[in-house]
């Protein structure tokens, strides 16, 4: 009888101590076991990481995901974190790392979290502390001199730098430049929507912006005006040292077989031949 109390209590302790492994045996936060963990109840992430699924605690129950075959053992890649790290959403995993016994994708391994704050870090295009802003972006950056600013990788003067004017990347264009942090047209010239122009010469912005000169008008100084060799008569420029209805002045045209010629009325010349000179009707023509 008391062998059979013995056997009993023998029972009874294999079964406490079964009931009792709880805590599993883990290596390298993997649990050695191959069971689905997925739902279950857990404190920490071994409690349902195993050898063939992948698996972390979230809010106290296991998510877990059957582990995939790898080709090589020992092989890297980047994973997808089941559990995002700040920002940081990619990871990466081994092939069949410790301790598991079959050629299995290892946990995804959130990435180490650096500080984002040395120029080494401010130029190498990862968001070292996973949050979310990479290099010149993340104010972390800031590691220039007094004035500057970190943008790709470097440090420049926001209020005169034109491709990152005020700030990283604001890039001016259209002829702008940078001034105290604002991009702006140059002395001189005038943004009239689309770029900068030079009011005292674009005939689309003649003196402002808008102001069209009609021809034969174009921009002189900032009017509209005809070119500094003619004259306006009657709605048209003209020279008035050669135009034949406006000779010398506006109107004052010339009779018919004549020519205008230094702004007075002069005989038309044979062909062949050109005014040279000429007073009144008294005209000299020559060869040529
Ligand atoms: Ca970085
Ligand atoms: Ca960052």
Redesign the pocket.
Known sequence: MAKVWWLFGIGWLAAFSMSCSATPECINGIQISEKNTHGIDCTKDCDCSTLRYEGYCVNNRCTSTARTVAERKGATRVCKLLRPVDYCDLGEQTAQPEPLTGLWWGDCIAPKITP?NTEA????????DCDGL??GK?PN?NICANGQISCAGGCVNPKESNLHCGSCGNTCGNGKVCKEGNCQCPIGQADCGGGCVDTKTSSQHCGSCGNSCAAPKSCVGGQCACPSSQTLCGGSCVDLASDGQNCGGCGKACATQQVCSKGLCAADCPSGQTICGGFLLDTLCVSG
């Open positions: 984002e870090a401010c130029s190498d295009g990862k968001d070292n990479i290099d993340d950056c």
